[in-house]
């Protein structure tokens, strides 16, 4: 059973895909064993415990500094012997130490066919406004590995959605959530759970 922690920031429903894909047989061999939030607000923390999953905030504005909050981040991962870590909208940069720990064990998606419209400043409603600014026709979402740059790990998944005429940032955000986030992040879990995908060591 592959041991999986979610860390989210905000709404939680790509972490929802993930806990409805374990219910329906989507992902087999996985399980959620902890949620952590940067924000105590996060709706994702009461869909986590709503499940009787251990859910916690580990924030950096409790810390005296960023080095504080990583350590914490770390231990608190460490505790429950994942896996797999899964970035669900996690808006916090990763700390080099965790990348390293546990290489190719990170994945984060990504709202966007990779490589366009990712990168800094391309988050949220950002990476949707991009798309609509240059006028693609189609767009997507990525999943991938986490490395040392952003969004630039390498590729695990990829699903392609059309834009409509007449969409704003808003409606586009959520068809490429419901056609494409809410598939391939399951999707790639499950691949990972049983062995379709690589999951790497850590160093
Ligand atoms: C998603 O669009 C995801 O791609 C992005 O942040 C959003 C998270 O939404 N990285 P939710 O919290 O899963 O509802």
Redesign the pocket.
């Known amino acids: 059973m592959l041991r999986i922690g979610v860390l989210?920031?905000?709404?939680?429903?790509?972490?929802q895909a993930i806990l409805d894909g374990i219910d329906s047989g989507k992902i087999r061999n996985g399980k959620v064993e902890v949620v952590i939030s940067n924000n105590e607000k996060a709706y994702?923390l009461e869909r986590a415990a709503r499940r009787q999953i251990p859910a916690f905030c580990i924030s950096p504005k409790s810390f005296a500094d960023r080095a504080r909050f990583h350590e914490a981040l770390l231990k608190k991962l460490e505790e429950y012997a994942l896996d797999l870590i899964v970035l669900?909208?996690f808006l916090v940069t990763i700390p080099p130490e965790m990348i390293r720990r546990y290489r190719n064990r990170i994945i984060n998606?990504?709202?966007s066919l990779i490589p366009s419209f990712c990168g800094v400043g391309y988050?949220?409603l950002k990476v949707h406004e991009g798309a609509l600014k240059r006028g693609v026709k189609v767009t997507g979402?990525t999943v991938h590995f986490v490395d040392e740059g952003v969004d630039s790990g390498p590729i695990l998944l990829q699903r392609a959605v059309e834009v409509e005429p007449g969409d704003t940032p808003g409606t586009l955000?959520k068809r490429v959530?419901e056609q494409a986030?809410w598939v391939i992040l399951p999707k790639a879990i499950d691949m990972l759970a049983n062995g379709e995908l690589p999951l790497g060591e850590g160093e």
């Open positions: 989210v920031s905000g709404g939680g429903t790509n972490l994702a669900a909208g998606i990504h709202p988050y949220g979402a955000q959530m986030e």
